[in-house]
């Protein structure tokens, strides 16, 4: 039985390292974070903790972009019977893109450039969410080993702006290619359900999933610079893919600290790395 354990969590540890929403997290943690360092072992406590999210591929409906986005925050929230925990997540982000967007109709008193790329990179702004994990489905397979299923539900709300992106564009009168810079603004509200499963093996919990995501907002740019006149464009933007996969793995250092990592695909590639405790 053991043997057929490591072997499964061998699997999965090699598969979330290669592997690249937001971040699910793992369901177990309600669980096993089950012994405050202060609290002791209540039915209620308060965990907290340090997450970071590498963000390097995301496409959007109608363009051609390579979008990187980082993340930097906490994560914290009230444990309830250790199978509920109920969070927010505050942080920092930031955003690098390079992108094309398609049938797009801009506000212009400038009519003999077409804009060919945008390209930009963010100034640093704070980002916030909401978000429950519940624990449903736990049971014993063996001494320390433990099967679990459960729901990780979240909303978070990015919003990022700078002066200094660079628009490519084309001269329709001369023929040659321009670069004006202009400011950019973003605003993305993120909406995902995840559904994950766990396999502990002591302190060792690896988990898998599926999830289902939702990425719009809008988006503005302004061309100032210009001898005589302005390009102003202001639309919406969607994911290119609404489904993906998740891995992970989390270490459980004691019931009151964990380490954990975490790789997601299909809909965007990215990892993110965790550490928290319960209070």
Known sequence: MRITVCFIMITIVFA??????????????????????????????????????????????DQENKLKFNFYGVKAGAALKDNLFIYTVLGIG?????????????????????I???????????????????????????EDVFFRIGLDVKYRRISLETDSAVIRLSNFDSGLSEIKSASYAINMDEYQGALAASLQYEN???????????????????????????????GNFYTNGKSGLFLGLTYY??????????????????FNVTAQMRF
């Open 16 to 61: 979330a390292g290669t592997a690249f929403g937001a971040p699910v997290g793992n369901i177990a943690d309600p669980s096993v974070l089950s012994t405050g360092k202060f609290s002791g072992e209540r039915a209620y406590g308060f965990i907290a903790g340090v997450e970071t999210e590498f963000v390097s591929n995301r496409s959007f409906l």
């Open 94 to 114: 930031e955003m690098e893109d390079s992108k094309r967007i398609h049938n797009w109709e801009p506000v212009r008193s400038v009519v003999f450039v077409r």
């Open 253 to 270: 250092i004691s019931n009151t600290f964990s380490i954990g990592i975490e790789g997601r695909e299909r809909d965007e590639e990215a």
């Open 204 to 234: 060792f919990v690896p988990y898998i999933g599926f999830k289902i995501s939702d990425c719009n907002g809008d988006e503005k740019i302004a061309i100032k610079n210009f001898a005589a006149g302005s390009i102003d464009y202001s």
């Open 116 to 142: 060919d790329r945008v390209e930009i990179e963010t100034d640093p702004n704070f980002v916030f969410g909401l978000g429950v994990t519940a624990l449903m489905y736990e049971h014993k397979i063996d």
